[in-house]
């Protein structure tokens, strides 16, 4: 199941002790593209106000062809569509390392050009123009959407019901909006997505793009690969599923700030900087000492007021100090060492390198959400009437579950309410998570009930989170975890393939006429 179909249970990764700095930016600088392609619904619905294109003839400019795929026309105001989608995607994908690749979101793309960290990142020219960047994208965009439809037709490929589900859902909610911004469908669409922008093709290129996707997700579903495939993929790369169990402690080296008479902070001087640092390396080397003497990390680290002790069974790789000292092939259980990173020293022992054997799980679920209060959080009764909220909301799983009891009790029966009841965006999916680990940012209580060892296909029950409660169903156990993220990468690399093979050779023409209602 693809990343997108999981995000409604999906917690922000919480801020682990590994130095992980920049790691997401030094990988996607490592893969100089973007991943826009494979992000093909990033915002349904768009909450900020955009500029709108004011012209003599809003008719000539919805009717303008602006570009020409395969012989296939679109309008500005269907380029616009997939050109703000490919921008939302972006940001959305992207919202980590905003500030770092220079894009004012405030303003104008068209006036905005790559620094050379988004030039590292993207694979593109520094000093090019962002517009140009999303334009290219929104053309490949459209023509792998517009290709891909087409090889579904060719397929013969019954779209599921979750698709007209999620269509219908998507325009109501699109109606909800623009009444809860006291303005008309009409209005809201061009306010969000241009003058050019109309209900009839918003809804037109929305319901195409939910058809890709479905598409798109059948098709790597449909992927599979041997034992033998497997293991030399992992072969070839076995830092990247192997785990490492690791003891640490960080000793701080940052110089502290201090403040004048007047209030005013005083960063900290170059001696000063310098003197920390020292003293962090000194404070680390005797760590390390009572630790080879005999006492526990843990202990020789509560010594010192800046030196923090963790204990890691589940390190992954990175390219960075901790982790190709980690995952260095010579590494051996008991090896220990003083490493620096930026400001800090850290006190490492490695433990083990090993393969997570674990299996992998899937389970449905229907979340029922608990309704809105009347009281703000700094209202006495509020947490009362929180908890009578989440009660009642218990209380309707627990009769969507007798429900379910009472009929057939089917994995289909489930599925069938998943798609009526449940409040979830997993629900156009059949309610589906597949691929659960230990290591799955899920929500706890979720994620403890999926991977509880006394687990059956079939088993039922209603579990309580911070979303609501949901209605589990226990589908079965899958590949070990490592199997399993090999098989995504494998699955990640012919899908990106087969979704480049759908934009090559594309013969792509674009009007400048219509091109200026564009953007």
């Known amino acids: 199941m693809s990343a997108s179909r999981e995000k409604k249970l999906r917690q922000d990764p919480t801020p682990g002790a590994d130095p992980k700095t920049f790691k997401e930016l030094e990988q996607a600088k490592a893969e100089k593209r973007s991943n826009l392609l494979y992000s093909v619904l990033g915002v349904l619905f768009l909450v900020e106000v955009v500029a709108c294109l004011f012209w003599k003839s809003i008719l000539i400019s919805r009717s303008a062809t602006a570009v020409t795929i395969d012989g296939e026309k679109y309008t500005a105001a269907e380029v616009s569509f997939y050109y703000k989608n490919v921008y939302h995607s972006f940001l959305q994908n992207n919202s980590y390392f905003i500030s770092y690749l220079g894009l004012d979101t405030g303003s104008s793309l068209k006036g905005q050009t790559v620094n050379a960290t988004a030039a590292s990142m993207l694979g593109v020219e520094e000093g090019s123009s962002w517009h140009d960047y999303m334009m290219d994208n929104t053309i490949k965009q459209m023509t792998m959407i517009q290709n891909g439809l087409k090889a579904a037709k060719e397929a013969g490929y019954e779209y599921p019901a979750g698709v007209e589900a999620q269509y219908k859902d998507s325009m109501q909610s699109l109606k909800d909006t623009a009444v809860g911004s006291g303005t008309t469908v009409k209005k809201y669409l061009q306010q969000n997505l241009g003058s050019t922008m109309t209900e009839k093709v918003y809804g037109q290129e929305l319901l195409r793009t939910l058809q890709y996707q479905a598409y798109a997700n059948a098709y790597s579903d449909e992927l599979t690969y041997s034992d033998q495939e497997i293991q030399d993929a992992y072969n070839a790369d076995p830092k990247t599923y192997d785990r490492a169990s690791w003891e640490y402690v960080v000793v701080s080296g940052a110089a502290e700030s201090t403040t004048d008479a007047d209030g005013n902070t005083v960063q900290p001087t170059d001696e000063e900087t310098a003197a920390a640092k020292e003293a962090a390396k000194e404070t680390a080397d005797k760590i390390l000492a009572a630790y080879k003497s005999g006492t526990s990390l843990e202990s020789a680290a509560g010594s010192y007021e800046k030196a923090t002790y963790y204990d890691t069974r589940d390190a992954s790789y990175y390219d960075g100090v901790i982790g190709n000292w980690l995952f260095d092939d010579a590494r051996q259980s008991g090896d220990t060492d003083v490493l620096e990173v930026n400001d800090d020293y850290y006190v490492a022992v490695f433990h083990d390198r090993y393969l997570e054997e674990s299996n992998t799980v899937s389970v449905r679920h229907i979340l029922v959400m608990p309704e809105a209060g009347t009281k703000t959080s700094d209202e006495e009764g509020y947490d009362e009437e929180q908890e009578q909220l989440k009660a009642a909301a218990h209380t309707k799983a627990e009769e969507i579950l007798a429900e379910w009891k009472a009929g057939d009790a089917t994995e289909d029966s489930f599925i069938d309410l998943v798609t ?74 012919d899908v990106d393939e087969w979704t480049n093979s759908l934009v090559e050779g594309a013969d792509v023409s674009q009007s400048d006429f219509g091109m200026k209602f564009v953007g």
């Open 420 to 493: 009526k009841d449940s409040e979830d965006g997993t629900k156009y999916t059949g309610g589906l998570i597949s691929d659960i680990s230990v290591d799955s940012s899920l929500v706890d209580s979720f994620k403890d009930w999926a991977l509880d060892s006394s687990r059956k296909p079939g088993d039922t029950d209603v579990v309580d989170s911070t979303y609501g409660s949901h209605v589990m169903y226990f589908v079965g156990t899958g590949l070990p975890v490592w199997k399993a993220a090999v098989v995504n990468t494998l699955r990640s690399d």
